[in-house]
């Protein structure tokens, strides 16, 4: 089903272009900070904390399909969103003070989000071992994040570096998939870049094979996962600045992305981006 729906796309992509198109989304949809594929033609996507509880199914151009609530869950501070055969993982771990306590990812059946419209989650409440304080020094605020993805049945977090100063790193947190209760403990680090927010804060994440592509708001950074670690430096530049806090990479190594709604930046809508990366010099 997969493999028609990605040789559907790519004779679309040279029929009409797609890869050059930007498509409009809902106003519903003004602060999408999460979108993944769930199937050969529907993309899944989520607002932004303070919004409703709700799973938004999309056709390949945008188009809101369907609206799932999940009944047991709270958006908080929702950030990202996840997928693998059977689930979807909905990242409540947003943290911007770094203050929460009470992190979590939501964990719903595919099956039942496109079958029905209201569904119940799994928990998996996590916390951070190296945090001690709440919110800790200026210093080291690492513990927000807005990036999850799931690789060889496990949960890969990226963190958002909002220390002053800061060394530019992204830690990553590795978990399991299965509901419970994780004390986690940081699994790697990824130099990012101190350029500041609106170049180096990691806004999303999405992983094809074992390659790790990693978003911020002004290019995408891909890494390879090899042996237990990161590999390569390799980097794709947005050709405009917006709020893109979402990220897809699909079979083809195809790109789409969607920025929320700014005043100064327009939005939100969906671009489908052909991939360009070039090497660059790591720190």
């Not at 790697?188 to 992983?207: L, N, P, Q, S």
């Amino acid at each position: 089903m997969k493999r028609t729906f990605y040789f559907i796309l790519i004779m679309l992509c040279f029929q009409s272009n797609l890869w050059a198109q930007t498509f409009d989304l809902s106003d519903e949809l003004d602060e999408i900070s999460g979108l993944e594929m769930l199937n050969d033609s529907t993309f899944v996507a989520l607002n932004d904390g303070g919004h409703k509880a709700t799973l938004y199914l999309l056709n390949i151009r945008g188009k809101i399909i369907k609206k799932v609530k999940i009944e047991n869950a709270k958006n908080v501070d929702w950030e990202d969103i996840a997928v693998d055969d059977k689930n979807i993982y909905i990242a409540d771990v947003g943290n911007n003070t770094n203050k929460r306590k009470d992190l979590l990812i939501y964990k719903v059946s595919i099956k039942k989000v496109l079958e029905k419209k209201e569904v119940e989650a799994k928990k998996i409440k996590i916390k951070y071992k190296e945090q001690k304080e709440y919110p800790p020094k200026k210093g080291n605020m690492r513990f927000d994040a807005e990036a999850i993805t799931v690789y060889n049945d496990s949960i890969f977090l990226f963190t958002k570096n909002r220390s002053n100063p800061t060394d530019g790193r992204s830690w990553v947190y590795k978990f399991s998939t299965s509901a419970g209760e994780y004390k986690l403990k940081k699994k790697h680090e990824i130099f990012i870049g101190r350029g500041g927010f609106w170049k180096d804060a990691v806004t999303a994440v999405d992983v094809k094979g074992n390659d790790f592509y990693i978003s911020t708001y002004n290019r995408i950074l891909k890494r390879t996962y090899a042996d237990g670690f990161f590999t390569g430096s390799t980097e794709m530049e947005y050709n405009r600045l917006s709020q893109k806090e979402s990220l897809v990479i699909i079979e083809n190594g195809g790109i789409v992305v969607a920025d929320e709604k700014q005043v100064l930046f327009g939005g939100p809508k969906l671009y489908y981006l052909e991939p360009k990366f070039v090497s660059k010099s790591k720190d």
